[in-house]
């Protein structure tokens, strides 16, 4: 004879007498929840879209092979699946300047679990002969490594409480120097958690490791342009020393 199913009882302690409609109801719950954050991701994608094109961008959803590289290459930074994983690619001007905005969603698999892991990049165009800076805020590692004196970050600059925060890195430090002025500086403080700024290879790039949304994206989008109108104008005339 089966015994019968008493939820809340002991018996569930063993998996022979999980009641079969019971444990239907949890897969099919999983199910519905899945289901829904997945129509409310495109929802909201499909947002961001609408939200690029009122400001004037060109939206490329499903991007070709050669448009991903092009992307891939602007980004600047290696990326867990590389350029197979850049998902959409936008392009317009903000400020006379032309913009582009990329997402790149990587695919990560660890034995049996599957985590997606966003990146969301701003780029514009700069002076091609510049050389490279890389702002981006300190971690757990930089405290660590703090301890035993290793510093990741090879500029200061005139704010120790700027260098505190952030990590400064460039083969040119009198060129990064002339870059983080006090309102550069004011304007990074103020970027989100997990968002640093990279300048060089003729693009200011900000990136973000998380999604934007319809919300954030007309704010993050305008911010290579703001970047570089924050720049002093004797840069344009800057040359760097011979061997940077």
């Not at 690029?52 to 939206?59: A, D, I, K």
């Not at 002969?129 to 510093?151: A, C, T, Y």
């Not at 430090?173 to 002339?178: G, I, K, S, V």
Request: hydrophobic share 45%; aromatic share 10%.
């Amino acid at each position: 004879m089966t015994a019968m199913c008493h939820i809340g009882t002991p018996m569930l302690a063993n998996l022979d007498w999980v009641c079969p409609a019971a444990f239907c109801v949890l897969v099919l719950g999983f199910i519905s929840i899945a289901i829904f954050v997945a129509n409310q991701r495109l929802k909201e994608k499909s947002l961001v879209f609408e939200k690029l094109e009122s400001m004037g961008f060109h939206v490329m959803a499903s991007p070709t092979e050669v448009q991903k590289l092009d992307a891939y290459a602007m980004i600047n930074r290696e990326l867990p699946n590389g350029l197979r994983a850049v998902s959409w690619i936008a392009r317009g001007e903000i400020s006379n300047r032309t913009t582009f905005v990329i997402e790149h969603l990587a695919r990560i698999q660890r034995g049996r679990h599957t985590k997606w892991v966003y990146h969301t990049f701003a780029i514009a165009s700069c002076p091609v002969k510049w050389p490279s800076v890389w702002v981006s805020r300190r971690n757990i590692g930089d405290e660590l490594l703090g301890l035993v004196g290793i510093n990741r970050g090879d500029v200061a600059t005139d704010s120790a409480q700027f260098d505190r925060e952030w990590r400064v890195n460039s083969p040119d430090p009198d060129f990064a120097n002339l870059v983080l002025s006090i309102p550069f500086m004011d304007a990074i403080s103020r970027l989100p958690h997990e968002t640093s700024v990279y300048l060089g290879r003729g693009k200011l790039v900000v990136g973000r490791k998380s999604r934007v949304t319809s919300e954030s994206i007309e704010r993050f989008a305008a911010m290579p342009a703001e970047f570089l109108s924050l720049l002093p104008p004797e840069l344009d005339e800057y040359q760097s020393p011979a061997g940077v």
